[in-house]
Structure formats: structure tokens, C-alpha cells
């Protein structure tokens, strides 16, 4: 049989977490319930811990935060002997831009995140988890503490929970609004009160995370999976997606698309799928220009990568990432200037201050690349630009600053020409803003 | 345990550190010298500037050599070896100058800034940046002691992480992100860390700044010497720095083995004394009044009052080891008299001796290093932060290690987040001290600093502060509860002279060595060298003799380095003492108040103009240097004493300072100790029929010696009088904090604004000795802590009352 077809809960498409979207009553826990939810934790809750741990490592499942880093290997990492409480951490910050699925997946079934929170717990013996909830999700953070009281009334969370002798307190905390607090590190120092700032590792999370104990990260969608593995099996979850990316992924789609929004896709499945089949194909019919396959720090592709499949592998060998599973299309008519403009911008007001290239690096890009969007670029400009995509890649204290480069170095790979018409003719092609060269040449 | 070697190749070179070791310390073994910004050896690492960069073989990424340890068989390959690592620290360095000002010719630091030498040896020369640059409001007072320029700061981090890690104090921090991080402090708050100056000497740009020095030189135009801060026992290194014969900044030198790299605001900004346009540097003679005269009058006219007249000695903890040796033998020798005393606390005892014989013996003594490695600490009667402060980080150090720490106190140090107070009332500490020997105390403080003490056996230490001085037994019980666990033991005093002058016997009891005058035995060696003592009969102390003065029983006093009316806790006395000594010799850098009474004038050389010695805390004797001549016709003390001895027809038997060394090395080297039984009797619980008992000790910043002309450390630091009280005293009394409250006690009273805190003993109350507005000595009959009644003043009242001291202005 189709193992896409055999899992449990009904599942009758290639999805897996947003299957149940259709279905408002999944909302609060009663009809999540109703639906087969809370299953995969009582299945976990008769296992012995390292029997979760080797389950989550046999299904492949990869982080879904941007790492990609297989989930269950991480978990056996928690050293079970260092006498201090081991804490998971739910990293639902979601700031890159470009992702919101991790938003969706808590406004529509929140217990399902609850849910696989509960099983990590359990498999790497902690008894204190947290949900980071982005500063800015007001709502969502709402929702995540509705849904663990109502987990509480239920008995899914608290003492003994299911009727098992394990006991597990979840605490949501909001975060205050920084993208870097989704990094992992930044993250813990922002849950325990200091600035939001990443740490140095080694030590590792797992070894020293939170309040110097053992620790777990995982993102929203990480966890979100784990429920059904254990409900239906590694074998079930291989199934989908490549051998080497398992499973699923909720991208995000956005830009210049007909229907923006998240698709849940079998890793793997082509980017022409995902534009055309879900997201209803370029807006107006317009021509691909630039595409991120992993939100605003993984390299754009461009037109000629149409039919590069979402995975890990794939995508690392088209020359980018999967990152958060993010795609922001731009057409013909978007200026690839003033994208990685925008981009930079954000980047400049992102960094966390810590190191130089980073602060420094990405002040000097938006300047830059503000200057020639102006039309006020010179040829020197170009090498600048060049220079700096080298000088911070690899060079900075944590990976924001190597997301920052992407834009820089992609655009001027795919996209040089326009780079150099933006100086060559004093103002940007696309706008038409800037002084424009034969003036300035009338002028002197 | 050996530690585990790790052998790796730098450059080529192949060096074995312990397994842990930084990359960028193995490389200074090897003499390379990676470039760093943030980068301190006595900060956790930050990795934040990215200067340091160096490529690993194998790996793709370049590593920041400030956080990554070595591996065997590494192969690191710095800028001297690697295109890659030198174009990336180049490009790093144009990335740390896009936004710095380049305000090299007016900036502090230029000169002596690191990023201004990094550009120079290797920055691009002509920046790509052509967009404005960042600015902010420039300069920004933190503290009437250091300025913030946040256009210079490179954002190292290490100004913060030094207040994170090593003082304890956080009042700055690092706010806002991206391109706008700065460093900031809390509106409306001050920078009021006594450390606070470490931070501008290690900020490795010019962005903080000492207020002091601000503008004041460049660095080609002074001359330095290394030397040693003379302000208290922690014998921290400095550097002095002069420019056209004015001392003009102090700098921490690094020392691991004393003040590693830091210097408290005390030690780094009272260095104006020297200069001080009070300073007298010709000798006086009073005739009409006190007349300009020479030497060789003056000391003609002292030896005229002093020939077989009864002459006694005081001093501060403020002379040089070798000026203490000679004012020991001139006393003994030309003047045969014992009433000669450096204390202002009369601990006595064998701790006090042992103490004495400890100094040269590093067997019986502490160092920084056995605190620091220390498994349990006890700090009895020591305020280590107001009273050695390079202790107090020392401490800070030993808890980041691991050290658990106990404190017995009136009140509660500012160790308070890393050790555990025991508050114990004046009077109480014998018998606290006493449970730990016995190890009793069950469940509480008492109890676990005597299990803490006993697990640790030879990885205890035991250091006894000066509070302890004020109870006849209490050194010695710390003492005994040392030997009991096999922890070392120190007594701490606060004075950058006194453990040399304890060691020298200025001292009515003890010779050089800790050897007791009335010990034949002991007499005999020292009668080796100096001859046969004619007065073997010990002296008075501190206290008997200006008893003693007051009482007409001596003819000549000697004030040298001290003044009674202000340091001696006894006002009244002191007064009377001056009052009734025929003959007063003032020796001194200047009169002060003193002048009224002094009937001649010594001119000393100030330590800047010294070539000496002054012995640590833990007995380590370090060197003094001069950057320049004794001002006008000053001579250094022991040079004074020899001539002292001429006048009285004698000789101190040595000519010059070698001599004088060679001499005392003698007396002064390790010997036997035989512990001899202590007078220690069960302390006892005490009984108090005092309804408060006073206690009272000087604060870091005060109006003592040698602060004269460090106005911006006054601003920044010095307090006005307080009094505290514990809210359970104070409610019995409807005292309420923030009001004024009456002090009496036997000596006097006082009108002081009122501070209720639970962080003093019960029972207790605290008022600092020596505040601009409050010389707590009017309150003192000859201890530190006296019998006392505080009642509320209604604020009408204080302010009708004629008796109120005026609080906060001047005399
Ligand atoms: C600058 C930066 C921002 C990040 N933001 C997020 C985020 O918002 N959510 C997230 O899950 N992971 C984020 N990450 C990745 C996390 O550091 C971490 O790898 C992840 O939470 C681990 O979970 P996973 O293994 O389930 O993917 C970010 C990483 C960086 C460098
Ligand atoms: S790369 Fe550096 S400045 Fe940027 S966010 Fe990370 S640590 Fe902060
Ligand atoms: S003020 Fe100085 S020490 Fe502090 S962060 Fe800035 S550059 Fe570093
Ligand atoms: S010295 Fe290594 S990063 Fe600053």
C-alpha cells in the first residue's frame, strides 16, 4: 500500500501537519482529540525515552528551522548524568523574512506543537519546556497559552500527565522582538533575561543551553512532526520526501505569486510544482526573475532553477539552501537592487551589535546599495559590494551575518548587468529614480 | 593531577600547551602576537571583534583565535603565514574604521591605542567609506571619573565584561543592537564602582577616558617608572607616569601573582598627594612661628630636646619597609625608648606575632594565589572592598572558581552575591570564631563555613581583617580555627606600610622579625646586629602613649606620617596628648592640622620620589622606584632617622639605602616559629550592656591621607556621613530611613542622616571614619567601636540644632 495513504488520522494526502487545516474544530483540544490528536504522546509515554529518541533518529526527521540538523541525533546528545534539569525549547520566533508557517501551524491546531513538545520532553527527561513566542506574535502568543492551559484542564501537560507518572510544565514566554532571538543562543540569553545576543559554542545547547543545563531547540514545524512519527512509524514518515530529506515541508510562499501562502510539499517536490501547481504561478503571468527557496538569507535562485526540488541536498547543490522553507518571488519588474537593498535593510537593523563584520559590514552594504538604487552609484561601487560579501561570509560570530550575504553575493552573480546599468545610466532602470547620468554630464 | 599537554604547530612552530589552552595564548608563548581588540586573558572570551582570525589546517572557516582552543596536532597559520587570515584582519580593520572618528590628534589614547597601532601596521591607507559617519553625543560623563566617547568604541565589550566578571559591579551595559549598540549606563545613574578606572585602561580605544587625564598629555611627553600603589596592603604594580615632574596617572601594571591587571579608583586616582600645593618640602623650626630653617638646625634643636628625656614615636601604616627599619632602631637605639607604635587597632596576641614572623615566611603566610586557588574562605572583621580592594576581586575570583566563601561582619561587604554573610555584632566575632573551631553552628553560616573550612583542609584560608584587632582574642581564634582545619591564615591590615612596619617592630613589644624585646633569647639576636639594648622593657602603645602625653610623661613625640587628631580614634585625647608634649616633631609631606602643634618641621620625600620597599598584605616585599628627585629639600624617612641618630651622638650604623638592606635582610629572613601557647580561654558568648554598640572604619574614599587633590575620585566616590542601623533597632526607636538621627556615646555626639538596612548585624550601627563632615573620632575613646544611643531627629529640630555637625560641607 501507499504508505502516504496509511497513516493514521485519516490521512489521505501527501500532507502530514496541515492536513487537518480544512478542519476548524482542531483548534482546541477537544477536537483535536476527536481528531486522533494527544495519540503519538501516549504511544511515546508507554516507550521507554531512548526508544523515542531512536524512533525520531530512524524516521530522518531533519530541523525544520533553517539548520536542518536530524532532530533524533540531536536529542541523543542530551547527557542524562549531569545532575541538572535538561529543558526543550520550542523556538517559534519565526522572523526570517519571508517565513509564516510556523504561525499558521499554531493558528490552526496549536495542540499538535503541544503535542510533539510533550514527546521531546519526554524522550530527553525534561520536565520544564518553553515556547519562545515572537515579540510581534501577539496573537499567536495568545493562542500557544490558551492551548497549554488547555492541555493542563486535560491532563496532556502537568503532573502525570496521560495518566504516566511523567511530569511536564510548559511555560510560553513572548519574546520582545528581535530576529536574532530566534538564533538558538540569542534565544536562551533572551529567555533568561539577558540581551538577546548569541552565545559562544562550543558549549552546545545540549550540553550547556539554558541556565547552563542540557538543553533542546527546536522549531515550531521540528515538532509538529513528531506526533505522527510515533503514531505511524520512522518507515511511514521515510516515505516521504527524498532518502535524504524525509517527510514534508510547509513552504511559505510569497511575492509576486497568484495565491501566496503555505503549501505543505513532499521535500523533494520541484519548485515549478510549488509555483505553478500551488502557489497558482507568477502573478499576472509575468515572467520569474529572482526566487529564495529558504527565506531572505539563503541565496536567490533564479528562472533557469526552476525544477531544482526542495530538499536539502538539492538545493545546497543549486548553489543555495532550504533554510525555513521560504519562497519570495520576484518578477521581471522587481529591481534586484533595491530587493537586496530591503534585505540589507533588515539585516543592518537585525544584528544583534556583537561582532564587526556584521554590524559594520551590513551598515556599509545598505549604503551602498542605497546609493545605487539612487542612481548615485559609481564603478568602484561594484567591488565594494563584492569585498564585502567576501569579508563577512564565515567571518562572523553567528550565522545572521552569513544570511545577510546571500542577497549580496546572489544578486551580483545573477544579476550583475543590472547592477552595472543602475551606475552606467545614473538611476535605477526599474524606477527610473536618480539623477540620471547625461544630466549630471550636461551639468558639468 | 598533571595536566594534559597538547602539542600543535603555530606557524610552523611547534609549541605543547594544557589541553584548554586558547589559540591566541599558545601563539604568545611562541612570541607571535595575533592582532585583538576584544580579546582580554583575564576576560571570558567574546569573539566579538573578529581581529584575530587565523586559519586552521583543514578546516574551511577561518578561526577567532580568542575562542578556540587548541587540538593535538593542529596547524594554525596566522597572518605571518596566511594571505587569507592577513587580507581578513585587513578587511576587519577597514570594517572597525568605517565609523571611527579618526580623532587621533585630540583623543587620550592616541599614541597608546591599539587600533591607531593596528592601522598604522596594516590598516588600508585610505578608506573606501565614503558615506558619514555615525555620531553621537560626545563625551558622556559615566562618573565625575570617566568619560564615554561612544564614536570611538569599537564595541569590545570589554569595559562591560570587566563589571560582569571581575567587580561584580554592573552598572554599565551594552544597549540597542546593530549599528547602534553602545555602551550606556541607567539614566540617572553614576558609574559608581570603585573599580571603575580599570575599564578605561583596558578599553583598547579611546572611548572611555579618565576625567583626570583627559587632555592632560601625550604619551611621547611623560616619563614613567614601575612602581607600587602606596595606598594600601594589596601592593598593586604600577606604572607612574610624569609629565614635567608632575605626576599626572597611574596605571595597573600586570602582576598574576598580585593585582593581575587592575587597580581600584583610589590606587589609579589619588596620585596627586605628591604635588600638593600644601606640601611642605623645606624643614621648620617654630621660633615666633614655624621659620624656614636646615637640617642641621632642626635636627641640632630635636637633639637638644631629646638627650635623656622621655621620647615616643607614632606612625602610620604609611612608611616604607626601610623606613620602618630605621625609625625601629633609631628609636631603640639613639632614643632607647619601646613607646613607638604604627597601629591604630591593638590586636596583640599571637596572631599579631605570628603575623610579624609570617611576613618573610611564605610557609606561615597567604598570597593572592593560595586565595584564588582556594577551596573555602573565611573573611573575618575585613571589608576587603573599602579596605584592600585588590583582595575583594581576588575573593570575587576565587568564588568564579569555585571558592565558597564565608564573611563574619558587622556589616555586609559587597561580596554579598558571591559569599555568605555571617552579621555578628561588635564583640561577637571571638565567639562566632570560636564555633568554627569547634565546629558547631549546625545549619547556619557558622556551620557550613566550619565544614566548608574542614573539607577544604589545605585548600582553606582564613584571613583575619582588622575588625577582628578590636577584641583581645578574636585574631587569635581565627587563627586556631585555621590550625584546627589546616587552612593558612593571614591577618589583613589595610595600610600599604604596615605589615613592613609590623615586620620592622615599630612596634612597643616586638623587634625586627616578630622577636619579642623581653625574650632574651629573642632580644639577643637582634642585639647581634644593633648592639646591646638598653631598654628591654615593652613600651606603650599607641593609645598609652598619648595617655601617656596627655599626662605630661613624655617630653618629645615623634608624629611621623600620622596625625593623631585625624587617625586616631580618640579625638579628645589626641588633643590633649598635643596639647601636653613640651616638644612636637612633625615628619611629614605636609602639617595639616598639625601646624598649631608642630614644633619641628621634617620635610619627607614622597614615594614617587623614593627608591623602597612595601610589603604586601601577604608579606611580599615589592620595590618602589623613583620617577624623580625629593621635591625641594624632602629626604626620604630612613635618611631622616640616620640623621636623627647623628644628632643624638650615635649612628644608625648604615649610609645608604644598600646597607640599610643588607642589614635587616638578617633580621628580617624566615625563622623559626614556635606557635607558643596562645592566652585563648573560651570566648564566650558575650554579654552587652550597651543598648548599640558603634563601629566604625574608614571607607575607601575618605578625607585620609594621601586623597589630597583627587578631587574627581571625591566626586565620584566619596560618601557623605551615614549612619546605619538594622530595621529592627530602628523601629524600637522610631527611626526611619532617609531621616537624621542623635548618635552619643561616651566621648560625644552627632546629628547624621540615617540609612535602615537589614545588611548590618543586629545591635549595631555603623558610621564611616573619617567622611567629609563627620570625623567619627569625636565619638571614639580609643577603640573603633564604642558603647551608643541613637534616637530620631525630627528635621526642624536638626536643623535648629547649633551641636549639628555640618554634613557635607567643609570644616
Ligand atoms: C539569525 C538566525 C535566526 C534564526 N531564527 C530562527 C527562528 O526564528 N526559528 C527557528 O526555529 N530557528 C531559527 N534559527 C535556527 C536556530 O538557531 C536553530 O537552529 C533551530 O531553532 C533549531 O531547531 P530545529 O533543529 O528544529 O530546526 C535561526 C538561526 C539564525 C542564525
Ligand atoms: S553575526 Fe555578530 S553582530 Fe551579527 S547577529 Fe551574529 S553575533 Fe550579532
Ligand atoms: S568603551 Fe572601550 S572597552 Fe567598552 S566596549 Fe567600547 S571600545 Fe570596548
Ligand atoms: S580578539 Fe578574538 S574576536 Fe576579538
Redesign the pocket.
Known amino acids: 500500500m501507499d504508505p502516504r495513504r496509511a497513516g493514521g488520522r485519516g490521512v489521505t494526502t501527501d500532507r502530514i501537519i496541515t492536513r487537518n487545516w480544512g478542519n476548524p474544530d482542531v483548534f482546541h483540544v477537544d477536537g483535536y482529540v476527536a481528531n486522533g490528536g494527544y495519540a503519538g504522546l501516549k504511544k511515546a509515554l508507554a516507550m521507554a525515552p531512548e526508544d523515542v529518541i531512536e524512533l525520531v533518529k530512524g524516521s530522518g526527521l531533519r530541523?525544520?528551522?533553517?539548520?536542518?540538523?536530524p532532530?533524533g541525533v540531536?536529542w541523543s546528545f542530551v547527557p542524562q548524568d549531569t545532575g541538572k534539569p535538561t529543558y526543550v525549547v520550542c523556538?517559534?520566533?519565526?522572523?526570517?523574512p519571508g517565513t509564516f508557517n510556523?504561525r499558521e501551524l499554531v493558528d490552526r491546531e496549536p495542540h499538535q506543537l503541544l503535542e510533539g513538545l510533550a514527546i521531546a520532553a519526554y524522550a530527553v527527561r525534561c520536565h520544564n519546556a518553553y515556547i519562545y513566542v515572537?515579540g510581534e506574535f501577539l496573537h499567536q502568543g495568545t493562542i500557544v497559552r490558551r492551548a497549554v492551559e488547555e492541555a493542563y484542564d486535560r491532563g496532556f501537560l502537568g503532573k502525570g500527565i496521560c495518566g504516566s507518572d511523567f511530569d511536564l510544565d510548559v511555560v510560553p514566554h513572548r519574546g520582545a522582538g528581535a530576529?536574532?532571538c530566534?538564533?538558538?543562543t540569542?534565544?536562551l540569553n533572551s529567555l533568561e533575561g539577558f540581551r538577546g545576543q548569541p552565545r559562544q559554542r562550543p558549549p552546545f545547547p545540549a550540553v550547556e543551553g539554558l541556565y547552563a543545563s542540557p538543553t533542546v531547540?527546536?522549531?515550531?514545524e521540528?515538532?509538529c512532526n513528531v506526533p505522527h512519527i510515533l503514531e505511524n512509524g520512522a518507515d511511514w514518515f521515510r516515505g516521504f520526501g527524498t532518502a535524504k530529506s524525509p517527510g514534508t515541508k510547509v513552504f511559505s510562499v510569497s511575492g509576486k505569486v497568484e495565491r501566496p501562502g503555505n503549501y505543505e510539499v513532499p521535500m523533494g517536490t520541484p519548485f515549478r510544482v510549488l509555483l505553478e501547481e500551488h502557489a497558482g504561478g507568477v502573478l499576472g503571468g509575468k515572467a520569474l526573475k529572482a526566487w529564495t527557496p529558504g527565506g531572505s538569507?539563503t541565496p536567490m535562485l533564479t528562472a533557469e532553477h526552476l525544477d531544482v526540488g526542495l530538499d536539502f541536498e538539492s538545493l545546497q547543490a543549486a548553489g543555495s539552501l532550504l533554510g525555513?522553507g521560504a519562497a519570495i518571488v520576484l518578477d521581471e519588474t522587481d529591481c534586484v537592487v533595491e530587493a537586496a537593498r530591503r534585505l540589507l535593510a533588515f539585516y543592518a537593523h537585525e544584528s544583534c551589535g556583537k561582532c564587526t563584520p556584521c554590524r559594520e559590514g551590513t551598515w556599509w552594504a545598505v549604503r551602498v546599495l542605497s546609493r545605487i538604487e539612487e542612481g548615485l552609484g559609481r564603478p568602484e561601487d561594484l567591488p565594494i559590494m563584492n569585498d564585502l560579501g567576501r569579508n563577512i561570509l564565515f567571518r562572523a560570530f553567528?550565522?545572521?551575518a552569513d544570511?545577510a550575504v546571500s542577497p549580496i553575493t546572489s544578486t551580483l552573480t545573477y544579476f550583475r548587468e543590472e547592477y552595472e546599468a543602475h551606475v552606467r545610466e545614473g538611476r535605477c532602470p526599474f524606477t527610473g529614480s536618480g539623477p540620471g547620468r547625461r544630466i549630471e554630464e550636461v551639468a558639468s | 593531577m598533571t595536566q594534559e599537554a597538547v602539542t600543535l604547530t603555530i606557524d610552523g612552530k611547534e609549541v605543547t600547551v594544557p589541553k584548554g589552552t586558547l589559540i591566541i595564548r599558545a601563539a604568545e608563548q611562541l612570541g607571535i602576537e595575533i592582532p585583538r581588540f576584544c580579546d582580554h586573558p583575564l576576560l571570558e572570551p567574546a569573539g566579538a571583534c573578529r581581529q584575530c582570525y587565523v586559519e586552521v589546517e583543514g578546516q574551511a572557516k577561518l578561526f577567532t583565535s580568542c575562542t578556540a582552543t587548541v587540538a593535538p596536532g593542529m596547524a594554525v597559520r596566522t597572518q605571518n603565514s596566511s594571505e587569507v587570515v592577513h587580507e581578513a584582519q585587513v578587511a576587519n580593520l577597514e570594517f572597525l574604521l568605517l565609523n571611527h572618528p579618526l580623532d587621533c590628534p585630540i583623543c587620550d589614547r592616541g599614541g597608546e591605542c591599539p587600533l591607531q597601532d593596528q592601522a598604522l601596521a596594516f590598516g588600508p591607507g585610505e578608506s573606501r567609506y565614503v558615506e558619514a559617519k555615525r555620531t553621537f553625543e560626545k563625551p558622556i560623563p559615566l562618573s565625575p571619573l570617566v568619560g564615554l566617547d561612544r564614536e570611538r568604541c569599537v564595541l569590545c565589550a570589554r569595559c562591560t565584561r570587566f563589571c560582569d566578571q571581575i567587580s561584580g559591579d554592573r552598572f554599565i551595559e551594552l544597549f540597542a543592537r546593530g549599528a547602534g549598540e553602545r555602551v550606556s549606563i541607567a539614566a540617572g545613574e553614576d558609574f559608581l564602582s570603585p573599580f571603575s578606572g580599570n575599564t578605561i585602561q583596558i578599553c583598547p580605544v579611546g572611548a572611555l577616558t579618565a576625567t583626570p587625564y583627559r587632555f592632560v598629555a601625550r604619551p611621547f611627553d611623560l616619563s614613567s617608572v614601575d612602581t607600587v600603589c602606596p595606598h594600601c596592603s594589596a601592593g598593586c604594580n604600577v606604572k607612574l607616569d610624569v609629565r614635567r615632574g608632575k605626576v599626572v596617572r597611574h596605571l595597573a601594571r600586570d602582576n598574576l601573582d598580585v593585582n593581575d591587571a587592575w587597580l581600584c579608583d583610589k590606587g589609579r586616582f589619588a596620585f596627586r598627594f605628591p604635588d600638593d600645593e600644601r606640601r611642605v618640602t623645606i624643614p621648620l623650626l617654630r621660633d615666633r612661628g614655624l621659620e624656614p630653617t636646615s637640617f642641621g638646625e632642626v635636627m641640632d634643636a630635636i637633639g637638644d630636646w631629646s638627650r635623656g628625656k622621655r621620647v615616643a614615636f607614632l606612625t602610620g601604616g604609611r612608611l616604607a619597609d626601610e623606613d620602618a627599619y630605621a625609625l625601629s632602631k633609631v628609636a631603640r637605639t639613639a632614643f632607647v625608648t619601646n613607646d613607638l607604635d604604627h597601629r591604630r587597632e591593638f590586636a596583640g596576641g599571637e596572631a599579631e606575632r605570628l603575623a610579624a614572623v609570617a611576613v618573610t615566611d611564605r610557609a606561615l603566610s597567604v598570597t593572592y594565589r593560595d586565595v584564588e586557588r582556594a577551596k573555602a574562605i573565611v573573611v573575618a572583621g575585613l571589608d576587603a572592598e573599602q579596605e584592600v580592594p585588590i583582595l575583594h576581586l581576588r575573593l570575587r575570583k576565587a568564588a568564579r572558581r569555585g571558592a565558597r566563601i564565608f564573611v563574619l561582619n558587622p556589616r555586609r561587604t559587597r561580596l554579598w552575591d558571591v559569599a555568605e554573610h555571617v552579621l555578628c555584632r561588635p564583640g561577637q566575632e571571638a565567639h562566632v570564631l570560636e564555633q568554627i573551631v569547634d565546629g558547631e553552628g549546625g545549619d547556619s553560616g557558622v556551620g557550613r563555613a566550619a565544614d566548608a573550612l574542614r573539607e577544604a583542609g589545605e585548600a582553606g584560608v582564613v584571613l583575619a581583617g582588622m575588625r577582628l584587632a578590636e577584641h583581645p582574642l578574636a585574631a587569635d581564634v581565627a587563627l586556631r580555627a585555621a590550625r584546627r582545619t589546616g587552612a593558612r591564615f593571614s591577618l589583613v591590615p589595610r595600610r600599604a606600610g604596615d605589615k613592613g612596619a609590623l615586620a620592622a617592630g615599630v612596634h612597643p613589644r616586638l623587634l625586627p622579625g616578630g622577636r619579642r624585646v623581653d625574650d632574651p633569647g629573642e632580644r639577643a639576636e637582634v642585639e647581634a646586629v644593633w648592639g646591646e639594648l638598653k631598654n628591654v622593657v615593652p613600651g606603650r602603645n599607641a593609645k598609652q602613649i598619648l595617655e601617656a602625653a596627655a599626662n605630661r610623661e613624655i617630653d618629645v613625640l615623634f608624629l611621623v606620617g600620622v596625625d593623631p587628631l585625624r587617625d586616631f580614634p580618640d579625638a579628645r585625647l589626641a588633643r590633649h596628648a598635643l596639647e601636653n608634649v613640651p616638644y612636637k616633631v612633625v615628619q611629614s609631606l605636609e602639617l595639616g592640622s598639625l601646624e598649631p602643634f608642630a614644633d619641628a618641621f621634617l620635610p619627607a620625600a614622597a614615594f614617587p620620589e623614593r627608591d623602597a620597599h612595601f610589603t604586601t598584605w601577604e608579606g611580599r616585599a615589592q620595590r618602589i622606584r623613583p620617577v624623580r628627585g625629593p621635591a625641594g629639600l624632602s629626604r626620604p624617612d630612613w635618611e631622616i632617622f640616620a640623621g636623627l641618630a647623628r644628632a643624638m651622638g650615635g649612628s644608625l650604623g648604615f649610609e645608604s639605602l644598600e646597607d640599610l638592606q643588607e642589614e635587616s635582610v638578617g633580621l628580617l629572613s624566615p625563622r623559626a616559629f614556635s606557635g607558643g601557647a596562645s592566652a585563648w580561654v573560651g570566648a564566650g558568648a558575650p554579654q552587652w550592656i550597651d543598648e548599640l554598640t558603634l563601629f566604625t572604619y574608614p571607607l575607601l574614599v575618605d578625607e585620609g591621607r594621601l586623597s589630597e587633590g583627587a578631587s574627581e575620585l571625591k566626586a565620584a566616590l566619596e560618601e557623605k556621613p551615614f549612619l546605619e542601623i538594622h530595621p529592627v533597632d530602628a523601629d524600637k526607636r522610631s527611626i526611619a530611613d532617609g531621616g537624621e538621627v542623635r548618635v552619643r556615646t561616651q566621648a560625644g555626639q552627632a546629628v547624621v542622616p540615617v540609612r535602615v538596612t537589614p545588611d548590618i548585624a543586629e545591635g549595631s550601627v555603623f558610621v564611616p571614619f573619617n567622611q567629609p563632615g563627620l570625623a567619627a573620632n569625636t565619638l571614639l575613646s580609643g577603640r573603633f567601636t564604642a558603647g551608643a544611643t541613637v534616637e530620631a531627629v525630627a528635621a526642624a529640630e536638626a536643623a535648629a540644632d547649633p551641636e549639628r555637625l555640618t554634613v557635607g560641607g567643609g570644616p
Open positions: 530541523g525544520r528551522g533553517g539548520a536542518g540538523f532532530t540531536k523556538n517559534f520566533d519565526e522572523s526570517e510556523n515572537r530576529y536574532i530566534g538564533e538558538e540569542g534565544l531547540i527546536n522549531n515550531v521540528t515538532l538569507s525555513t553567528c550565522p545572521l544570511g
